[in-house]
């Protein structure tokens, strides 16, 4: 089992910034791709990036190309998403996921674990 646990969401106004972190407990985070994903209201759940175990590959949306960056400490067990240059459009719930495949995927129903997810809202 994997618990995971999302912080750092809020409510900003557009072109500030956010810093998401995930932290992992339970089984060897190291051997895990993580991803971020988001929810916004009458909407499906996206993906927004991942990254595989080893931390050399990372994946984007469209939308988040530019803008955000995922990168995560193995040694503190933990994923971060930074997003630059909030726009409206990225107000939604964020979840971040664990893969025990490790590799990275864009697809949410390859992920094992979720965590609970964090608010983020930005206002115009």
């Known amino acids: 089992q994997v618990q995971l646990v999302e912080s750092g969401g809020g409510l900003v106004q557009a072109g500030d910034s956010l810093r998401l972190s995930c932290a992992a407990s339970?089984?060897?985070?190291?051997?895990?791709?993580m991803g971020w994903f988001r929810q916004a209201p009458g909407k499906e759940r996206e993906f927004v990036a991942a990254?595989?175990?080893?931390?050399?590959?990372?994946y984007y949306a469209d939308s988040a190309k530019g803008r955000f960056t995922i990168s995560r400490d193995n040694a503190k067990s933990t994923a971060v998403l930074q997003m630059n240059n909030l726009k409206p459009e990225d107000t939604a719930v964020y979840y971040c996921?664990?893969?025990?495949w490790g590799r990275g995927t864009r697809d949410q129903y390859e992920y094992d674990y979720w965590g609970q997810g964090t608010q983020v809202a930005v206002s115009s």
């Open positions: 996921a664990a893969d025990a």
């Open positions: 339970g089984r060897t985070f190291s051997s895990f791709a």
């Open positions: 990254i595989d175990w080893t931390g050399r590959s990372t």
